[in-house]
């Protein structure tokens, strides 16, 4: 099994061309070393890359990983001052679906509020954070 560096680093250069076979294949290599408390922020930077997702349910399936750590707020709302996605906004409402009012001491709703306001963020991801400041 490749370490844990190797499958980063291959993840940091993936480009999906006409499949996301091989990054499927090596989120499933990542989660057999376990949730690597290591990988987060690198994870976080995989979806930033993909704002909008056209993975055919990778990028969701990564999404349930992130979920398995035990503490990756702050780093997802550091994710998205970066750059805001889909499947991270997802995790917000997900978060914010359990009760939760906030995160990591921000609102969820000003987290919505900002993601509307993000300059770099795609309009699905803008009419999502909309949509869900609705509700």
Known sequence: MPSLATLLHSLDSFQ????????????AELWEHGPPADALVPLFRFLERFPVDESG??????????????????????????????????????IANTGQKSIAQHPVASVYRAVYAHPTAPLEVKQMAQELLAK
């Open 57 to 94: 349910g990778v990028l969701m399936g990564l999404m349930h990983g992130i979920e398995s750590f035990p503490a990756y707020e702050t780093e997802l709302l550091d994710s998205l001052h970066r750059q805001p996605t889909e499947i991270t906004l997802l995790l917000v409402r997900r």
């Open 16 to 27: 999906p061309q006409d499949s996301w076979v091989q990054a499927e294949d090596l989120l």
